[in-house]
């Protein structure tokens, strides 16, 4: 049976829906479609518009597809670092909008059981596809058989950890008599890696007080985030889906931490720089301080809005 009621509240959705500057009859592409909040609102407030979808969760997908069943809207299980492959062939290849949201869903922190919520004991997975194969790179592996060097240089660079090398030296040091395949397992080791008084605080403060980060919240990114390939995948994104556009055509780009918002920053500068784009927002569009009470998770996203002019 397929889930047609999405959990998820998008952030900044009438913001990042206004920067497109649509026009009724546009294509747009929603380059993360998750929970599929960006392309309802495109649909209603742009009944004429053409939706090109992608995400490599096939689940959400099938929830999409059963909800806009009456729309224009094509759909593809894919990583958009790929678009490039559907937009040779769809519409000519040109598009009026890309919306990326890179914030990951309720319905997957919350309904998946792949492991991307420390709060669940669920399979250590963190992976965007529902059926990972084989030759997919799952967070068990990464736990299980990455060095002590290089899960402190990911938990660092990719989490901003400060505790990385001695959680780190935890997790090596506790695959030594078993294997770690749980989110719990997890978590346990990093609890007992952390500084006792860091930790304890850290849960009591997310427990009770919203909008606070657990302990265990930026090494659960930082592996999320290199199982995935998230920030090759967003540099590739965004570099195709700009070849695309067409001339005065823009992107909206929802980030949730600060690598992924200096991808997004950095990638607009250049495209200044050349001459072929423009920021539209010189200074980044943050939720409001109502938006922000009503849904915590939002409390981190920035927003970023490129023009193309030639």
């Keep these: 049976m397929i889930k047609t009621e999405s959990i998820h509240r998008t952030v900044l959705l009438n913001e990042a829906i206004k ?58 299980n894919l990583n958009f670092r790929d678009l490039d492959k559907v937009l040779e062939k769809e519409n000519g290849g040109k598009v009026d909008g890309i919306i990326f949201d890179l914030g990951l869903s309720s319905d997957q922190l919350e309904d998946c059981g792949r492991g991307f919520s420390f709060m669940k004991d669920e399979p250590l997975l963190m992976t965007m596809k529902e059926n990972p ?11 299980n058989t990455w060095g ?25 040091e506790f695959r030594k008599k078993q294997e770690i395949k749980t989110t719990f397992d997890l978590v346990k080791i990093i609890e007992k890696a952390i500084p006792a008084r860091f930790a304890r605080a850290s849960a009591r403060r997310a427990r009770f007080r919203k909008g606070r980060i657990h302990f265990a919240t930026k090494t659960f990114q930082a592996i ?48 200044e720089e050349s001459g072929e784009g423009k920021r539209v927002n010189k200074k980044i569009i943050v939720p409001s301080e109502s938006e922000v009470k009503n849904n915590p998770r939002a409390r981190s996203a920035k927003l970023r809005v490129l023009e193309k002019i030639k």
């Design 19 to 76: 920067g497109l500057n649509l026009r009724n009859g546009a294509t747009v592409v929603d380059a993360t479609f998750g929970g599929g909040g960006h392309s309802a609102e495109i649909c209603k407030k742009y009944p004429g518009t053409k939706i090109i979808v992608f995400d490599q969760d096939r689940s959400a997908l099938e929830r999409g597809k059963e909800k806009f069943k009456d729309r224009d809207i094509s759909f593809y």
């Design 133 to 143: 194969t084989k030759e997919d790179v799952t967070a068990e592996d990464v736990v």
């Design 148 to 172: 002590e060097e290089s899960l402190a240089d990911i938990i660092y660079g990719y989490g901003e950890e400060k505790q990385a090398r001695r959680i780190a030296k935890e997790i090596v």
């Design 224 to 271: 999320r985030i290199a199982v995935n390939d998230e920030l090759g995948a967003l540099s590739e994104g965004l570099e195709k889906g700009f070849n695309f556009l067409k001339k005065d055509g823009r992107i909206s780009v929802i980030t949730f931490h600060s690598l992924e918002d200096r991808i997004v920053k950095k990638f607009y500068k250049n495209k």
